[in-house]
């Protein structure tokens, strides 16, 4: 019951964060770190995939204060 709530929760909170076929990342930053957690753990569940290496989720914080036009790091 307790992760139904959960899913219904991070569906709402994503809900205004989806542009087009694409998430608003501003948006996604504006929340809570552990609401971007949910959004996110959410996300990926729905398409799928599996759960990301722990250390994505240490490095969210600066991947979401990143300048729209920062290259990537190769």
Known sequence: E???LLDEY???LAGPLRQGGGWS???LG???APQ???VLRWAIAQAGLPPPPQALWAALP???QARPDTAAVQ
């Open 2 to 4: 307790a992760n139904t």
């Open 10 to 12: 991070a569906a709402q």
């Open 25 to 27: 990342v501003s948006a």
């Open 30 to 32: 504006a929340l809570t």
């Open 36 to 38: 971007q957690r949910l």
């Open 62 to 64: 600066s991947l979401l």
